[in-house]
């Protein structure tokens, strides 16, 4: 029979598997307000492990550390020292997290398990050749390793390898994060449809299926003119609700979940592997600008987005995402950074980190307008510059060919990862500002003031 600690994170697991995360946080706070779990090492753990599945980092971090000061053996302190170092990697502590895996490092035997997660905090605190040779070390004796572990190890080598100047290699090792499910859950089909292996195919009908979230949707959405130039027919399975965005793009359905039927096509492609398999390089990426707002959002917006330069602001994305915390930055921060001109500034964030607004009514706020995707292109349209921080809309807005500024965390995602001030994957609209140092924007914020003041609007 199970104990009533195994009992609650039985629950908390299960909550967490069906993406109840809010119902998981209620749960939580019933046991909190209750004193239903002792205040002791395995109490305090359990809180620790249940707001770190329910992504409230913050909020675990307090529980994880209670539970060190509780802990009295070296076993207990190593294995909570060890857990508070992820949890520190995913509200943005990445300092604070070296030091838990450089003090297991230090007291207990070095395990695969631990190197893995040591580069992982170097990666973060931009130490990023000392990560790479720690990964490269590790793939030496891979053949030891679980199937986890293994995988683990080559695809966070990914990244590195785009940097480096090696994106064919870089996105075989990024592929590998389909067989860890770190792409989202509709990234398999599994009744049986061929799997479309990239070469022509004239005449069939091809099924892309989108993976990961909003953003890698429209990343890879612009492979569509590449297979249709091969002569193959393509649809869509969606995962979103956006695909109104991509009415205008060639596709013979778009559909969902419930609405696929395996008899209408030859095969399917998931569609972040889409460059692979295609085969292509930096220079195959971009041919313009392949999204497209409707007219009749163009027009609704006209008279609501005006002024002579205007701006959209957008600071958050879905926190949901397990790096959130590293990708968000400061409106304030951000306005403390524009030149002193009369420049129209709108905000087209929402349902997150609204409150930022409350103490800067010189910004519109758009929240109320943005009911659909089709509602924010109209008004990205409308707009001459968008400021973001790493988002569906960064990508959106690039993908339309608009001016993009984008601060990128040192956690930066794959398609920043080449180290440059643009990216292969857009045109020459987009500026990328890097962070430098761990847990600050300072030197970001600089660097938008200063590219900000000699912008040409």
Partial sequence: MATDYEAVKQTIDIFSRSD???????FLETFEKNNLVPKDVL???LFFYGYSKAKKFIKSIEYGELALSKSTSIEEKLAVYINLGKVYMSANKPTKSLECFEYAINNSEITPELQLDYSAALFACN???????????????IWKYDYTLANSVLFNKGVHYIESGDFKTGLEHLAIGR???VFGSYSKINDGLPKWNGKPQPGKHILFVSEGGIGDEIINIRFVSKV??????????????VESIYDHLPFVNKVNLKTYNKLDYDCWVPMMSLPEILNLDTGDLWSGPYLKAKPEYIEKYKNVVTGDFKV?????????????????INLTKILESLPNKKWSLYSIQRDVAMDQLKNNNNVMDLSDSLETFDDLLGVIYNLDLVITSCTSVAHAAC??????????????????????PTSSWYGNNLRLIRQIIPETWNEAYIELKNILENYID
């Fill in 20 to 26: 109840l995360l809010d119902e998981l946080v209620d």
């Fill in 43 to 45: 109490g305090y753990d």
């Fill in 127 to 141: 130490k990023k050749d000392k990560a790479f040779v720690i990964l490269n070390e590790l793939e030496k004796n």
């Fill in 179 to 181: 067989k860890l499910n």
């Fill in 228 to 241: 249709n130039a091969m002569g193959m027919k393509c649809s869509l399975l969606t995962t979103h609700g």
């Fill in 312 to 328: 959209g602001l957008r600071w958050a994305g879905n926190p949901r995402y397990d790096h959130e915390l590293h990708r968000s």
């Fill in 399 to 420: 993908a339309m060919g608009k001016k993009v500024i984008i601060l990128i965390p040192i956690m930066e995602y794959y398609t920043w990862a080449e180290g440059k």
